[in-house]
């Protein structure tokens, strides 16, 4: 049932276009495994082994503080409607840090220039593997539209207000390891 790819191919793009979540997964050698469920609003695709994302603020920074440790990343993306398929993208991942050039560059180039208020990082995958499978395990679900506290909780709390929180929230991972979130 699996099939294995070397990069994206058109029909691969098509799937990706027509999902609306996606998730990241990734382990320090300890510790423990992370696996994050994300819009796919923010996610781009770069060419055929390079995607994007614009990481936006949450409870945690999980994925930053492995990235920095081990750059292992995986993203999977799985049909919750219309035809069944998984596809996982297999690669090493790393973030992109807010106030560097990079990140000005990438935010010009794939969001028109603008964050939404919360973007905390980037991140980018060079993935070498793309792996496909059935997916007749997964349910079928109807997508009805984007959450609105993301945005309204980062207006309540407003600029200093976020960053206060990154201070607070996402400076180290759950076990320890820091995420190089406020060393910028």
Partial sequence: MAKQFPRLESHHHRFIAEQHMFFTATAAPNGRVNMSPRSTDMFRVLDDNTVLYLDRTGSGNETAAHLAINPRLTIMFCALAGPPL??????????????????????????????????????????????????????????QDERPQMDAWARAKGVDGIEDYWRQKNQTSMDGFPTGLMDQ
Wanted: proline content about 3%; aromatic content about 12%; overall charge positive.
């Fill in 86 to 143: 998984i596809m996982r993208l297999y690669g090493h991942g790393r973030v992109i840090h807010r106030k560097s050039t990079e990140f000005a560059a990438l935010l010009a180039q794939h969001y028109g220039g603008q964050a939404p208020l919360g973007a905390r990082q980037m991140v980018m995958l060079d993935f070498d593997l793309v792996q496909t499978s059935c997916g007749y395990g997964v349910p079928l679900f109807e997508y």
